[in-house]
């Protein structure tokens, strides 16, 4: 099953022209809020399902859930731009196998959400700085497996 980010339906939906970014860019401050919010949904999720709990408990534990879902989507949204700038960057070095700027976009964001799950906010880093290693790393990671594939003797493309 192909994942289709939210970026590349809309790209889709309209002409790339008329695309704007659905919402503001958020500061330093705000996106620690945000992945704190995502950390506890984390947590809360893992203490669900681990079960013991009174029906008030989970009740508050599946709304701390939804809320750190909500979180998530509100950082991916904010952070989409990004994944689609270094998608561009790399398309140069990506026409050669085949992949397009949908592709590119794609592994990016799946990049993207990774960081939004594993950021460290104690860490030495900003999270924009964790988000575009880890974003950067798919795409590069994607265009030299596709550039092996190719140099391959009877290696086929997918497409």
């Given at each position: 099953m192909r994942i289709?980010?939210?970026?590349?339906?809309?790209?889709?939906?309209?002409h790339f022209r008329d695309f704007k970014y659905?919402?503001?860019?958020?500061?330093?401050?705000?996106t620690l809020v945000l992945l704190e919010v995502v950390?506890?949904?984390?947590?809360?999720?893992?203490?669900?399902?681990?079960?013991g709990a009174g029906e008030s408990r989970r009740?508050?534990?599946?709304?701390?859930?939804?809320?750190?879902?909500?979180?998530?989507?509100?950082?991916?949204?904010?952070?989409?731009?990004?994944a689609d700038r270094w998608a561009r960057h790399?398309?140069?070095r990506a026409r050669a196998t085949g992949c397009d700027v949908d592709d590119l976009t794609q592994e990016a964001f799946l990049g993207l959400l990774r960081a939004?799950?594993?950021?460290?906010?104690?860490?030495?880093?900003?999270?924009?700085?964790?988000a575009e290693v880890l974003m950067y790393g798919?795409?590069?990671?994607?265009?030299?497996?596709?550039?092996?594939?190719?140099?391959?003797?009877g290696a086929e493309r997918d497409g």
């Open positions: 289709v980010s939210p970026f590349v339906e809309a790209r889709r939906a309209l659905p919402c503001r860019p958020l500061g330093s401050y705000e950390a506890t949904g984390r947590a809360a999720a893992t203490e669900l399902t681990a079960g009740q508050e534990l599946r709304q701390r859930v939804e809320r750190g879902a909500r979180a998530k989507n509100s950082l991916a949204m904010a952070y989409l731009w990004n790399w398309l140069v939004i799950d594993t950021f460290d906010p104690h860490g030495r880093r900003g999270f924009d700085h964790y798919r795409i590069a990671h994607t265009v030299r497996r596709s550039l092996a594939r190719d140099a391959r003797p």
